[in-house]
């Protein structure tokens, strides 16, 4: 834990208020930079900033920071966000990594009416979710197949501070 609080402050000090920065070819000067802490539980957005431009637009940008041994690198995500994480082809990579385990889903029951596993009896399947790991996670894991450049593009890649 203390490795993942010291990332945050190292992306943190790359944006302290009063200094700028460019974002799709415009200049944003830092009104806001910090960890949020909403009234309860955990956000996503590890790292917020805000940056207002000189003709008044304002600019948030919300950083989720990962450490290397982290598993999920988005959980419980929407349709919107996996847009934003994988472009306007959301539908096309999420349609090919799903069809590449089809199998699994098509075998798997719906309804149980006896106890099966973790599955207890009288239950029925509402759906599922799509989550994006580091690794493989059980029989509903499938691998995304994204070229170099979408990786890139859609910011899928690690730095360090």
Not at 83 to 103: M, N, P, V
Not at 129 to 138: H, V
Request: charged share 30%.
């Amino acid at each position: 834990m203390p490795d993942f609080i010291n990332t945050e402050h190292c992306v943190e000090k790359l944006f302290p208020v009063g200094t700028t920065f460019s974002f799709e070819g415009k200049k944003y000067q830092v009104a806001l930079c910090g960890k949020p802490r909403p009234a309860r539980g955990e956000c996503k957005t590890d790292v917020y900033i805000k940056g207002i431009a000189s003709d008044g637009e304002a600019r948030e940008i919300k950083i989720s920071v990962k450490q290397k041994n982290a598993d999920f690198l988005e959980n419980k995500m929407s349709f919107d966000r996996a847009c934003e994480i994988f472009g306007k082809d959301a539908s096309g990579i999420i349609k090919q990594c799903l069809l590449s385990i089809q199998d699994s889903f098509v075998a798997d029951n719906l309804v149980y009416f006896e106890k099966k596993g973790k599955t207890g009896a009288h239950t029925m399947k509402l759906g599922w979710k799509f989550e994006l790991l580091n690794k493989l996670s059980g029989e509903k894991s499938g691998a995304l197949k994204l070229t170099e450049e979408q990786k890139y593009d859609r910011q899928l890649y690690t730095t360090r501070p």
